[in-house]
């Protein structure tokens, strides 16, 4: 996919529907002795979106486990796993959103409701809603020098 932030996120947004969420934007220099903790900078960064924060309850996980939630909630619903589009095009979205990101990148999760032991310290199935929806789930991403997420929320 070529072109911008903003062609890839419209795609995304286009293709999965309404209940998408899909934001990446740039953040400030660190301020050196004034960093604050990560999980405060994404949950002010999804404040300013209208989301709930999970201060301390956000789970890290690796860019591949991202990808791989990113991939799932593009390609299928989240209650009933319907299919919204076709794993090669979920894929290649996926990868068009992680591509705007550093190699060095933090990914988090609110849990395994998209893939059961994303958390393996977590029960499978369980997840921390960051919205009023029945269901969401999604990413978070965020490097030196920009901050995104790739989110859905559904209803059954």
């Known amino acids: 996919m070529s072109g911008g932030i903003d062609s890839v ?3 995304i947004l286009s293709r999965r529907g309404s209940g998408t969420t899909c934001v990446i934007k740039g953040r400030q220099a660190k301020d050196e002795g ?3 903790p990560v999980t405060v900078v994404v949950d002010s960064f999804l404040s300013e979106l209208g989301f709930i924060g999970l201060g301390e309850k956000w789970g890290r996980i690796s860019t591949r ?4 939630i990113a991939q799932r909630i593009l390609q ?4 009933y796993r319907a299919p ?3 794993e090669m095009d979920s894929v290649r979205l996926a990868e068009c959103f992680f591509s705007w990101f550093d190699d060095d990148v933090c990914c988090f999760t ?3 409701a998209v893939l059961p032991l994303a958390l ?3 029960v499978p199935g369980a997840s921390n809603p960051i919205s009023q929806a029945t269901f969401d789930s999604g990413v978070v991403c965020i490097d030196a020098h920009r901050i995104g997420i790739l ?3 559904d209803e059954d």
């Open 110 to 112: 609110n849990g395994n």
């Open 34 to 36: 004034h960093e604050k």
């Open 84 to 86: 919204i589009m076709s």
């Open 120 to 122: 393996p310290q977590e």
């Open 151 to 153: 989110w859905v929320e």
């Open 65 to 68: 486990v991202g990808k791989a």
């Open 9 to 11: 996120t419209n795609e």
């Open 76 to 79: 299928s619903d989240l209650a």
